[in-house]
């Protein structure tokens, strides 16, 4: 079975300017792009697609982009709101991990990096060769279902993005009706069911901080009510998010 997976990487952040020499959001991200293109040594280089300064060049595909997001709530003066979205990286080429480095190591050097309830970090995964099968999607499907409370106890949302690779391979290995039901439900079987499949590349350490002194399962929670303001921002997310997502834009420009 193929375990080579295509992987995309999209971090929302408020940039706090160590300097106060910018006039607007777009003069700081136009220095943050143009000084990280200076950098020989980076894996991937960066452009920016700002409403203010859009991008038509031929990169979308190969470079991280710098871009807006409306669901985005400052909460500090002078903050300034981006989205970043990695190019299409192969999670067999170690070399990824490098140039998310480098990525967070700049934005550092320029300014300071907060976060806030609006924030969010999404990983994107598909199969490095082949499409997916229907066999992959709902053994999947199937293996997110049976675990579903034991991941959300484990797992902050904001760290959901290192194992999900591990997941998916793992699924696909035994996400069969017969095969899940040799796992426990709750933590323990959870670790273990990841820990089964190894993915090539992997750090096998990474899953034990996640584990450590946890055990059974979360129980669901009641769901609130939206509030107005809450119901707007939502809305103007669907909206944008019909006019522009970059990782699938770009994983879309891939010779299948």
Known sequence: METNYK????????LQP?????TS???????????????????????LDLD???????????????????????????????????????????????????????LRTLASLQVNHSCGFHVHISKQERPWTLEDLKRVSRAILYFESS???????????KFVVRFINSAR?????????????DVLGLHKFLCDYPVPNSNP????????????VLEPRRLGQLTPEQARRLRDKDDEAKNKNTIKEKWSLIPM
Request: with cysteine.
């Open 18 to 22: 160590n300097d106060n020499v910018y």
């Open 151 to 161: 991941m959300e106890l484990v797992v902050p949302e904001h760290r959901r993005g």
């Open 25 to 47: 959001k777009e003069d700081f991200a136009k220095e943050l792009v143009s000084s990280y293109r200076q950098i020989k040594e980076n894996v991937h280089l960066m452009h």
């Open 52 to 106: 203010e300064c859009p991008y038509f060049g031929p990169n979308r595909l190969t470079e991280w982009t710098m871009e807006e997001d409306c669901s985005l709530e400052t909460d500090r003066p002078g903050q300034i709101d981006a989205e970043f979205s990695s190019p299409v990286m192969y999670h067999s080429n170690p070399l990824w991990r490098r140039s998310v480095g480098s990525v967070f190591k700049h």
């Open 7 to 14: 992987i995309g990487i999209e971090v929302e952040l408020f």
């Open 173 to 185: 290995n035994i996400g069969t009706r017969w095969g899940l039901s040799q796992y426990r439900r």
């Open 205 to 216: 350490n990474l899953l034990e901080p996640l584990f450590a002194g946890k055990t059974g």
